[in-house]
């Protein structure tokens, strides 16, 4: 099959793509072509990269039809992040494809009330970013319904691994947490640390995406979940990752005006964003339809994207001795 994939070079990408090779597809990787995948693999060599302005494209309404002069017999779009943006590709795509796998997200659900969220739990998403991607399931759900376009949508979590900064203990991107939990000193955390956090490894979510493409009569028209199979409290990861290097955490615990007035804004925001929402999403419908098995836990795929930082320096921390 020759699929394309349209931001093939990103997180979940760099570990689809050598999957689509290794299981005998001629891959087509549209990207922007301004960096490397963060999974180097012999199988890039097998691929034909078209570099891609997405947005540009998009603009202009041409983008349908650059994907389509690759004649894919199936694509996937990482990259997308508006309704307006998947309408125009669906209408371009409709009766010359054969599928397309779209990238969500778990921020189409709101904050949680039950758990673990299902996908056919009724959604009140929040914020620009979950209330798109919970819109774009819609569309291609009655897309593939109303006997159109066969589309999927995925919808990972916080995508972790080797080559980026992955979400830290208490939700947010701020380096100094891993060094604190390294040194034994003291993290604040907001709130009572047992919110949520839904890590995923950029290999489970890639073979997800793979399984799709695989099972194209079982995927059409649905909508899966895609993250680890459990979620991760702040305490459990606070105490995990102070593990890594010896250490016992120091915590206190703060309410949210004290955390938001002691770290940088857009830590704060971002913390509120992650453990607000307190999810933990059910694998269990693409585990049954299409075979689902993540091989890693959510502490699993933070440590690899911690031990990366790590050895790269990027943190001037030692080894890891745990």
């Given at each position: 099959?020759?699929?394309?994939?349209?931001?093939?070079?990103?997180?979940?990408?760099?570990?689809?793509?050598?999957?689509?090779?290794?299981?005998?597809?001629?891959?087509?990787?549209?990207?922007?072509?301004?960096?490397?995948?963060?999974?180097?693999?012999?199988?890039?060599?097998?691929?034909?990269?078209?570099?891609?302005?997405?947005?540009?494209?998009?603009?202009?309404?041409?983008?349908?039809?650059?994907v389509l002069a690759q004649q894919p017999d199936a694509v996937v779009d990482l990259i997308c992040f508006t309704p307006a943006s998947a309408?125009?590709?669906?209408?371009?795509?409709?009766?010359?494809?054969?599928?397309?796998?779209?990238?969500?997200?778990?921020?189409?659900?709101?904050?949680?009330?039950?758990?673990?969220?299902?996908?056919?739990?009724?959604?009140?998403?929040?914020?620009?970013?979950?209330?798109?991607?919970?819109?774009?399931?819609?569309?291609?759900?009655?897309?593939?319904?109303?006997?159109?376009?066969?589309?999927?949508?995925?919808?990972?979590?916080?995508?972790?691994?080797?080559?980026?900064?992955?979400?830290?203990?208490?939700?947010?991107?701020?380096?100094?947490?891993?060094?604190?939990?390294?040194?034994?000193?003291?993290?604040?955390?907001?709130?009572?640390?047992?919110?949520?956090?839904?890590?995923?490894?950029?290999?489970?979510?890639?073979?997800?995406?793979?399984?799709a493409l695989a099972h194209p009569e079982a995927a059409a028209g649905q909508v899966f979940h895609t993250t680890a199979a459990r979620s991760?409290?702040?305490?459990?990861?606070?105490?995990?990752?102070?593990?890594?290097?010896?250490?016992?955490?120091?915590?206190?615990?703060?309410?949210?005006?004290?955390?938001?007035?002691?770290?940088?804004?857009?830590?704060?925001?971002?913390?509120?964003?992650?453990?607000w929402r307190s999810q933990q999403a059910s694998v269990e419908k693409a585990s049954r339809l299409l075979g689902y098995a993540p091989a890693?836990?959510?502490?699993?795929?933070?440590?690899?994207?911690?031990?990366?930082?790590?050895?790269?320096?990027?943190?001037?921390?030692?080894?890891?001795?745990?």
């Amino acid at each position: 099959m020759r699929v394309v994939v349209v931001g093939g070079s990103g997180h979940i990408g760099s570990y689809l793509v050598p999957r689509l090779v290794a299981a005998g597809h001629t891959v087509v990787n549209l990207s922007r072509g301004q960096r490397q995948p963060y999974h180097h693999a012999q199988a890039w060599s097998d691929v034909t990269s078209v570099t891609v302005d997405r947005d540009a494209e998009d603009r202009a309404g041409t983008f349908a039809a650059t994907v389509l002069a690759q004649q894919p017999d199936a694509v996937v779009d990482l990259i997308c992040f508006t309704p307006a943006s998947a309408q125009a590709l669906v209408d371009g795509l409709r009766g010359r494809t054969g599928h397309l796998v779209h990238c969500g997200s778990v921020w189409m659900h709101g904050p949680s009330t039950t758990l673990p969220i299902s996908e056919s739990d009724p959604r009140s998403p929040v914020g620009e970013y979950g209330v798109a991607k919970s819109a774009i399931a819609d569309l291609l759900v009655r897309e593939t319904e109303s006997g159109g376009l066969p589309t999927t949508s995925l919808h990972p979590g916080h995508i972790s691994g080797p080559g980026w900064p992955p979400v830290n203990a208490v939700g947010n991107l701020d380096p100094d947490v891993w060094r604190r939990l390294a040194g034994g000193q003291e993290v604040l955390v907001p709130g009572l640390g047992t919110e949520l956090l839904a890590h995923v490894h950029a290999d489970d979510v890639a073979q997800a995406f793979e399984l799709a493409l695989a099972h194209p009569e079982a995927a059409a028209g649905q909508v899966f979940h895609t993250t680890a199979a459990r979620s991760a409290t702040v305490r459990f990861l606070l105490q995990t990752a102070a593990g890594w290097w010896g250490r016992e955490p120091v915590t206190r615990s703060v309410d949210w005006a004290e955390f938001r007035s002691a770290v940088a804004p857009e830590h704060a925001e971002q913390s509120w964003e992650h453990l607000w929402r307190s999810q933990q999403a059910s694998v269990e419908k693409a585990s049954r339809l299409l075979g689902y098995a993540p091989a890693h836990g959510p502490e699993d795929a933070v440590r690899a994207g911690v031990a990366w930082m790590v050895e790269h320096g990027d943190l001037g921390l030692p080894a890891m001795v745990a």
